[in-house]
């Protein structure tokens, strides 16, 4: 198959351009606000309500620059550094989600913290929704012919215009099917049960469980994804993709060990409680 012609830009008003690429960013933030409101009233989580809108604009931030800033400092900092404005042209793609995932996390506890709200309640509002996001942003690649996949004779393979003569795997489309549409369908299923005072569920489960499935889904498509030219492979066949995958998986394995050790002993101290009175 040939790569259906998309024009990355919607509309073009003089030096101003809109792009597929922004467009699918902005509807991924929409998304998650939407939900996360939706869930807010769901969950009767009042004490956040007052803080929502602050938050929000904040992870937005946290998005941009710590995605922006991955891709710069883990995919391609000997070209960033001897063109340092080019950091600044988001436009023309290179972003790292695990460069934004960490920024994302990291904002987020500086500023429950300081606001005084249950993180991990906050973070088990807000993951379920980040895979359309990632789903949305998958399909941008796809409309720029970046980040396509690696040659293939089977038959979903396409001939990129940016890829050479020989048809290549869309991973872009792989990625927006797993990462995207199937994470989310399974995360907003769960998504009730940490709520509901289920044993072996504490709050923040969400987020452990979203870290080992994008984990999991990642690693696999990294076998059908082209490895960024500049980088290429690490050792033996691993990306960095791959590499980085793997220490979310296991940072989302021990910290959900981690919230059930907690949840279990603070559950006996309530109990040892409830029976002295």
């Known amino acids: 198959m040939h ?29 998650t606000y939407y939900l996360v409101k939706l ?9 956040f309500e007052k803080h929502f809108e602050n938050l929000n604009a904040v992870l937005v931030i946290a998005v941009m620059l710590g995605g922006r800033l991955g891709y710069v400092l883990l995919y391609n900092w000997s070209y960033y550094c001897r063109h340092p404005l080019e950091i600044l042209a988001t436009w023309n793609g ?14 987020g506890c500086l500023f429950c913290r300081w606001k005084k709200i249950n993180f991990w309640k906050t973070a088990d509002l807000y993951i379920v929704t980040v895979p359309i ?32 003569p020989l048809p290549r795997h869309p991973s872009q489309l792989y990625e927006a099917v797993l990462e995207g549409l199937l994470l989310f369908c399974i995360l907003w299923t769960l998504r009730r049960r940490p709520w509901r005072g289920l ?38 066949h691993i990306t960095m993709g791959q590499l980085l995958s793997s220490i979310m998986i296991a940072g989302g394995v021990l910290l959900w060990l981690l919230l059930r050790k907690v949840s279990k002993k603070t559950g006996e101290k309530d109990t040892a409680k409830s029976k002295n009175s």
């Open 94 to 107: 290179g972003m790292s989600f695990h460069g934004a995932c960490f920024t994302v996390i990291v904002t």
């Open 199 to 236: 044993p072996n569920w504490p709050h923040g489960s969400m987020l452990a469980f979203f870290l080992v499935g994008y984990g999991v889904f990642r690693i696999f498509i990294e076998n059908f994804r082209e490895p960024d030219v500049q980088i290429g492979f690490l050792f033996a």
């Open 133 to 164: 996001g990632l789903g949305l942003g998958r399909i941008g690649n796809f409309i720029n012919g970046e980040l396509y996949g690696r040659v293939t004779t089977s038959l979903p393979g396409m001939i990129f215009p940016d890829g050479g």
């Open 3 to 31: 790569y259906p012609q998309i024009d990355p830009a919607i509309f073009c008003l003089g030096p101003l351009c809109i792009r597929w690429y922004g467009l699918m960013y902005v509807l991924g933030f929409l998304a």
């Open 39 to 47: 869930q807010i009233r769901q969950f009767h989580f009042t004490a």
